[in-house]
T-cell receptor
Framework: KAGVTQTPRYLIKTRGQQVTLSCSPI?????VSWYQQTPGQGLQFLFE???????NKGNFPGRFSGRQFSNSRSEMNVSTLELGDSALYLC????????????FGEGSRLTVL | AQSVTQLGSHVSVSEGALVLLRCNYS??????LFWYVQYPNQGLQLLLK??????LVKGINDFEAEFKKSETSFHLTKPSAHMSDAAEYFC????????????FGAGTRLFVKA
């Protein structure tokens, strides 16, 4: 059974640009969550989607957005990039997010110059 | 709202020694508790989870954790550390009031000395 796949694994952007990250969950998983991981802040919850609906959102500015498609694949977008957006962005899928195990991808490491 | 506090950002043990990583949680309802491990340049993987079936939970690689409601703790232990256990460990909490999100602690980096 294939795991959670995130693309791209590494990317470099400059301030002001935008970026789109992609996540393919484990087959059959309908919940996808996104986290931002930085050395100073740890793992911060961005948002969670289930059946194309955003059910919860963390405390991030509106520059951070996401969506989920009918096949459960998800994308997140960050517009007008800032230096502080440099981080590892992790996607996790689950059968039932609130109480179930999260299966993580290896992450997309974003560097903003 | 739920929250997690991990005591100690770094823990160092000798190979063969007991591993103890501390976690305290806050939740207004019975929580679901998890320990995850992250190796360098990888995502997180589940070590074990507490879902109220038993207070002592056994996980992979001989790790176990005990849920203590009176202390709101869920400490992770392993009787004998191996070099391969060196990684970052995250305690996490989820409950039905959280609106479909899992909250993670800040993490504890475990160093294992030969």
């Amino acid at each position: 059974k294939a795991g959670v796949t995130q693309t791209p694994r590494y990317l470099i952007k400059t301030r002001g640009q935008q970026v789109t990250l992609s996540c393919s969950p484990i087959s059959g998983h309908r919940s996808v969550s996104w986290y931002q991981q930085t050395p100073g802040q740890g793992l911060q919850f961005l948002f969670e989607y289930f059946s194309e609906t955003q059910r919860n959102k963390g405390n991030f500015p509106g520059r951070f957005s996401g969506r989920q498609f009918s096949n459960s694949r998800s994308e997140m977008n960050v517009s007008t990039l800032e230096l502080g957006d440099s981080a590892l962005y992790l996607c996790a899928s689950s059968l039932r997010q609130s109480t179930g195990e999260l299966f993580f991808g290896e992450g997309s490491r974003l560097t903003v110059l | 709202a739920q929250s997690v506090t991990q005591l100690g950002s770094h823990v160092s043990v000798s190979e063969g020694a007991l591993v103890l990583l501390r976690c305290n949680y806050s939740s207004s309802v019975p929580p679901y508790l998890f320990w995850y491990v992250q190796y360098p340049n990888q995502g997180l993987q589940l070590l074990l989870k507490y879902t109220s079936a038993a207070t002592l939970v056994k996980g992979i690689n001989d790790f176990e954790a005990e849920f203590k409601k009176s202390e709101t703790s869920f400490h992770l232990t392993k009787p004998s550390a191996h070099m391969s256990d060196a990684a970052e460990y995250f305690c996490a909490v989820s409950d039905n009031t959280g609106g479909f999100k899992t909250i993670f602690g800040a993490g504890t980096r475990l160093f294992v000395k030969a």
